[in-house]
């Protein structure tokens, strides 16, 4: 029961221009959105997060869009560095029950000096 | 800053045997999680623990795990009989309040059954 679905195995791209990551999710009821990063041999690091009542939410380098009628978010990163190679993976949670986080599969990111 | 903690790093045990798997969660922090990522696959929800009962617990936490906070500031996974199959990362999260919605994880564990 794959709720939290994250298509694109990898990606590689050129340091500088822009990353974006995508997610897709099923259940209607996540409302709040979150991306992690993880290096190897460490724990997921929080990125950024949105609440389904945005549709945009900006860090610094890193963006998060929401589309909630295509239940699909993005994560941007520009410029890209190399030490945003790492696996992302996008998660979602429910305000109005549990609190548990449903991750997607994750994306591995390689950026190409 | 503080951070979730996890010992050991990595725990190697024989099939049947008894671990447990110790977390301290960041010391304001009132809920409690265990997570577990098999090699090559997502990161999935074990249970959650909040106010020293489960609040809620997936199809994977059977008979054969518990959970316990033993004091202020432990937060430990016991697997009764480990199985093969329960060779994984396992990630220990905590959250400072119900209205937070992001969890912070610790390192993990990395546990091989022989």
């Known amino acids: 029961d794959q709720q939290v679905k994250q298509n694109s195995p990898s990606l590689s791209v050129q340091e500088g221009r822009i990353s974006i990551l995508n997610c897709d999710y099923t259940n209607s009821m996540f409302d709040y959105f979150l991306w992690y990063k993880k290096y190897p041999a460490e724990g997921p690091t929080f990125l950024i997060s949105?609440?389904?009542?945005?549709d945009k939410n900006e860090d610094g380098r890193f963006t998060v869009f929401l589309n909630k009628s295509a239940k699909h978010l993005s994560l941007h990163i520009v410029p890209s560095q190399p030490g945003d190679s790492a696996v992302y993976f996008c998660a979602a949670t429910s305000n109005f029950g549990n609190e548990k986080l449903t991750f997607g599969t994750g994306t591995r990111l390689t950026i190409i000096p | 800053e503080p951070e979730v903690t996890q010992t050991p790093s990595h725990q190697v045990t024989q099939m049947g045997q008894e671990v447990i798997l110790r977390c301290v969660p960041i010391s304001n922090h009132l809920y409690f999680y265990w997570y577990r990522q098999i090699l090559g696959q997502k990161v999935e929800f074990l249970v959650s623990?909040?106010?020293?009962?489960?609040?809620?617990k997936s199809e994977i936490f059977d008979d054969q795990f518990s959970v316990e906070r033993p004091d202020g500031s432990n937060f430990t996974l016991k697997i009764r009989s480990t199985k093969l199959e329960d060779s994984a990362m396992y990630f220990c999260?905590?959250?400072?309040?119900?209205?937070?919605?992001?969890?912070?994880f610790g390192p993990g564990t990395r546990l091989t059954v022989l």
């Open positions: 999260a905590s959250k400072g309040d119900r209205g937070d919605n992001e969890q912070f």
């Open positions: 623990f909040y106010n020293n009962e489960i609040s809620e």
């Open positions: 949105i609440s389904s009542i945005k």
